[in-house]
């Protein structure tokens, strides 16, 4: 993977933007068990895709962008309980996690691109 890749980007955007909304739960809806499970998911995802720049091998790459992929979906459920229980609102809810489901969407797309290439 190219180090000026657009997930390599997109995924630490989306980890500050986590970092952020992680510190107004805490500090203004002082939501805090569910709060850091969001905080944990959500920039692990870009740590995740961080590592797979220097994966051993191309299973590698695929492991740790698979991780990855499940930390997005965790961090979208983490999302939903928010919203659901009207910690967020509509439009916060919908703005981070359509971001997540682009960067899941993305990781997707890289694995079975990559995985495609393997059986070449």
């Given at each position: 993977?190219?180090?000026?890749?657009?997930?390599?980007s997109d995924s630490k955007a989306f980890a500050?933007?986590?970092?952020?909304?992680?510190?107004y739960l805490k500090e203004e809806k002082q939501v805090y068990v569910v709060s850091k499970q969001l905080l944990r998911s959500g920039t692990s995802i870009g740590a995740n895709?961080?590592?797979s720049v220097n994966a051993q091998s191309?299973?590698?790459f695929i492991n740790k962008l698979n991780?990855?992929?499940?930390?997005?979906?965790?961090t979208e459920y983490w999302l939903e309980l928010l919203h659901e229980s009207d910690y967020l609102n509509d439009q916060q809810f919908e703005?981070?996690?359509?971001?997540c489901g682009k960067?899941?969407?993305?990781?997707?797309?890289?694995?079975?691109?990559t995985k495609a290439a393997a059986n070449e």
């Open positions: 993977m190219r180090t000026d890749n657009q997930i390599l500050l933007r986590t970092i952020r909304l992680y510190k895709v961080r590592e191309r299973m590698d991780i990855a992929l499940k930390e997005a979906n965790e703005s981070i996690y359509n971001d960067i899941a969407a993305t990781l997707t797309k890289i694995i079975k691109t």
